[in-house]
């Protein structure tokens, strides 16, 4: 079991028939955006149809998990009760994900400790035993 970084009332995401190859890819810490066989784009949150080319054929590419903080924001007002302030919400882009973008979390450093650039690592936090969120670290240069 990983850290837990949000408490157990926070509410957790649904899968649906598009989107379920991405948790049960993330459920193996494994972070995969979808990527499309026709043209090669990569896309995050996966889709039925490739808005580049409109092809519906599209396979799973395992990321290595490192990527920069493009943006970020600092909440101070909790969104489920027994939540830690303030965290951090950021947008992260992805490393060989073809510019793909993540909206996480990075845990585990004060906000005074971000800014725009930063190298972050991905860092998996077990919701339960068929559900991990993919969330962010600082890492070292
Ligand atoms: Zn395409």
């Not at 896309?43 to 409109?54: D, N, S, W």
């Not at 510019?99 to 845990?107: A, E, F, Q």
């Not at 190298?119 to 670290?137: G, I, K, N, Q, Y």
Request: charged share 20%; hydrophobic share 45%.
């Amino acid at each position: 079991m990983s850290e837990r970084f949000f408490p157990d009332g926070m509410p957790a995401p649904l899968a649906d028939t598009i989107t379920l190859p991405f948790w049960q890819a993330a459920a193996e810490h494994r972070l995969v955006v979808q990527r499309c066989t026709g043209c090669g784009h990569t896309r995050l949150p996966p889709a039925p149809v490739c808005p580049e080319c409109r092809s519906a054929d599209a396979d799973w590419k395992q990321l290595s998990g490192r990527g920069e903080v493009y943006t970020y924001t600092v909440v101070h007002r909790p969104i489920a009760a027994g939540q830690q302030l303030p965290f951090v919400i950021a947008v992260i882009t992805l490393e060989g994900a073809g510019g793909v973008r993540m909206i996480s979390n990075v845990v585990g450093a004060s906000p005074d400790e971000l800014a725009i650039g930063l190298p972050v690592e991905l860092v998996w936090e077990d919701m339960s035993t068929e559900l991990a969120m993919p969330r962010f670290r600082l890492a070292s240069r």
